[in-house]
């Protein structure tokens, strides 16, 4: 895409994210002033309106590189290879010795430490 076309294609973002602003700080307000009626019903004015300022924001340049990084990261997700139940359970078991030795070890240079300062405090 040129650079030209690019400039018209945004060049009104700034508009688009002040309705954006806009639009969701009318939501939480009418959220707050509604305060009162079913929380059902404020969920989904509340939905509703982050759909369409999801929508517009979209729309706009940084958007649009939004959308391109989750498409990218969508791929990236299809790429790992996660790991089988039995490494999964090695590894838990693993981390969690690792933590019990440290809790150990700093258990007993807190009560040396505790032992010593009542030495030195008599």
């Given amino acids: 895409m040129s650079a030209v ?3 018209k294609e945004f060049r009104l973002d700034w508009l688009k994210w002040i309705i ?3 639009l969701g700080s009318a939501a939480i307000y009418a959220n707050w002033y509604y305060s009162a009626e079913s929380a059902l019903y404020r969920v989904i004015g509340l939905l509703l309106a982050l759909v369409v300022c999801a929508l517009i924001a ?5 958007g649009v590189a939004a959308i391109d990084l989750a498409m990218g990261s969508r791929t990236e997700w299809r790429k790992v290879i996660w790991p089988t139940a039995e490494e999964r359970n090695q590894t838990t078991l ?4 690792v933590i019990i030795i440290t809790a150990l070890i700093l258990w007993g240079i807190d009560s040396l430490l505790s032992w010593l300062a009542s030495i030195i405090m008599g």
């Fill in 58 to 62: 979209s729309r706009t340049k940084h």
């Fill in 94 to 97: 693993i981390v969690v010795a």
């Fill in 20 to 22: 954006t602003l806009a």
């Fill in 5 to 7: 076309l690019q400039d």
